[in-house]
C-alpha cells in the first residue's frame, strides 16, 4: 500500500482494486498460474465479481449483447460523451493474474474514489470490462471491442473455434447468455461519438520499465504486425561431401542470408530512429528429409515484424521482398514469402499523452514514455477515432505466464494517474 496518498486517490480504493484482483486469483486458480476461459467459467466469474462490486460501490451496471461489461458512474450532462477505461478480464491458459484484469482493478478504483468523494462529473465515467481478448483462447483479435464497434465479420462466429472445446465462437457466446446473432447484423454497443477519451490501462509485457526503474508508461502507440506464416526456401538436396560449394542449391544457407538481410534492415531502422521489431520465430528443415550428411533443399520459417508506423511495416515488407529475389538468384534456390497479414498500427493521442506526462510531472509520479509491443483493444478503439491512451504498470518478468510480478504500489501510482487525468478531462 501506498504511504502518500492524494485527494483523488485513498488507501480505500487502492484496496478496492487490490481485493478484487485478490478474488479473481483465488477464484482461477489453475497451477501453474491462473486460466480464466474467454466466453468461459473464469471469464464469467469475473465479470460476475466486477457486477457486485460495483452493484456495491452504487455504481450503474449495463451488459452489451456481447457480453461486454458496461459500470458506470452518471455524469450530470448525460448529453456529453463518456470518459472510458477499459481492459479485459479473460486471461491464457495457466498466465498470470494481473495482464487485462490489472487495467479493470484500475477502473475500479477510479470509480471508488469518486463515489468516495461523492464526486459528481459532468461527463458519465464507464468502466468496460472487454471480453475475449486473449488469442489463445479464440485465434482472433480484439473479439469483445471489434464486436462491439460491430466490426468483427460474422463468419468469425462460425469459423473461429476455441482451442480447448472446438466448438465456435458463437456456440459459446450463445452459451453464456449473449446474442452472437446480433455480432452477425453489426450491431454497436459502442459509438466512437458518445466516447470522449478512451484510456486503458495494463501492465507492461517487456522488461523496458523494470530496467528503467520507472513505476508507470505512457504508451505512444501500439505496434501494428506484418506477418508472414508460411515462408519457404527451396534449393536442391545433395551429398555433404560431394558437391562443391559453386554447385550447391543450399535451402539453409539462403534462408539465413535472408535472415541476416532481415537483421540488417533492423539495425539501419534503429539507426534512423525507427520503431521496429522483427522476429523469426520458426525456421526448420524438412524433419522426414533432413540428415547431418546431407546438403538442406527446403527450409520453412515464419517472420513477424512490427512497428508503431504503417509506413515502416510497409517498406519492410518491399525491402525484403526485393532482398529474397536477389538472394534466390545468386544462391539458385527460390524464396517464397507466402502470404502476409497486416494488423494495423495505433497512434495514442496526442493531446491525452500531453496530460498523461504533465499530471505525472504535477502528482510525482514516476513515468516515461514507450510504444506497446503487444496489440491491445485500445488499438481498436483508436483506430475508430476515438482519442485514445495505455497507461502501462511496472511489471517484471513479463506477461502471459505465471511468474508475472506486478507490485500493487506501481498499480496505485498508475491508479492515481488515471484518477488525475479523469478529474481533468470529465468534469
Ligand atoms: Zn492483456
Known amino acids: 500500500m501506498p504511504s502518500q496518498t492524494d485527494d483523488l486517490v485513498h488507501d480505500d480504493d487502492v484496496a478496492v482494486a487490490a481485493d478484487f484482483l485478490d478474488y479473481l486469483r483465488e477464484n482461477s486458480l489453475d497451477p501453474p498460474g491462473v486460466s480464466r476461459a474467454s466466453f468461459g467459467p473464469g471469464e464469467r466469474m469475473a465479470h460476475a465479481r466486477l457486477a457486485e462490486v460495483a452493484r456495491c460501490l452504487g455504481l450503474v451496471l449495463q451488459t452489451d449483447f456481447v457480453g461486454n461489461l458496461f459500470v458506470t458512474q452518471p455524469g450530470w450532462d448525460p448529453s456529453l460523451p463518456v470518459v472510458m477505461i477499459g481492459s479485459h478480464l479473460d486471461a491464457v491458459p495457466h498466465g498470470g493474474n494481473f495482464d487485462g484484469a490489472a487495467g479493470v482493478a484500475i477502473g475500479l478504483g477510479v470509480l471508488a474514489g469518486l463515489r468516495r468523494r461523492g464526486a459528481r462529473p459532468a461527463r458519465g465515467v464507464t468502466l468496460l470490462a472487454i471480453r475475449a481478448e486473449e488469442m489463445s483462447w479464440f485465434p482472433t483479435h480484439y473479439i469483445g471491442s471489434r464486436a462491439g464497434f460491430g466490426l468483427l465479420p460474422a463468419d ?133 528429409q533432413h540428415t547431418i550428411t546431407k546438403i538442406p533443399g527446403e527450409v520453412h520459417f515464419t517472420l513477424d515484424m512490427r512497428s508503431e508506423n504503417n509506413a515502416v511495416l510497409m517498406a519492410a515488407h518491399a525491402h525484403l521482398s526485393i532482398k529474397a529475389r536477389e538472394i534466390a538468384e545468386a544462391r539458385h534456390v527460390s524464396i517464397d514469402l507466402g502470404p502476409h497479414t497486416h494488423a494495423q498500427a495505433a497512434t ?80
Open 348 to 427: 495514442m493521442d496526442g493531446d491525452l499523452r500531453a496530460r498523461l506526462r504533465r499530471l505525472a510531472v504535477a502528482h510525482g509520479i514516476p513515468a516515461m514514455e514507450l510504444p506497446s509491443g503487444g496489440g491491445h483493444d485500445c488499438a481498436t478503439f483508436a483506430n475508430q477515432g476515438v482519442p485514445s491512451a495505455m497507461v502501462f504498470i511496472r511489471n517484471d518478468k513479463g506477461s502471459h505466464n505465471p511468474d508475472e510480478a506486478m507490485e500493487i504500489a506501481d498499480m496505485a501510482q498508475a491508479l492515481r494517474l488515471v484518477a488525475a487525468l479523469v478529474d481533468e478531462i470529465a468534469f
Open 156 to 288: 468469425a462466429l462460425e469459423n473461429v473455434f476455441r482451442f480447448d472445446s472446438g466448438r465456435s465462437l458463437a456456440s459459446h457466446m450463445a452459451e453464456e447468455g449473449f446474442e452472437p446473432e446480433r455480432v452477425a447484423k453489426g450491431e454497436a454497443s459502442l459509438v466512437a461519438a458518445k466516447i470522449h477519451a478512451y484510456i486503458e490501462p495494463h501492465i507492461e509485457q517487456g522488461p523496458v520499465l523494470v530496467d528503467a526503474g520507472i513505476a508507470v508508461g505512457i504508451v505512444t502507440g501500439i505496434r501494428g504486425n506484418v506477418r508472414y506464416r508460411h515462408c519457404s526456401v527451396r534449393g536442391t538436396y545433395g551429398h555433404a561431401g560431394a558437391v562443391p560449394r559453386v554447385a550447391r542449391r543450399d535451402a539453409v544457407m539462403a534462408a539465413t542470408a535472408f535472415v541476416q538481410e532481415i537483421e540488417g534492415y533492423w539495425l539501419a531502422q534503429e539507426a534512423a530512429g525507427a520503431d521496429f521489431v522483427a522476429t523469426v520465430g520458426q525456421f526448420f528443415t524438412s524433419a522426414s
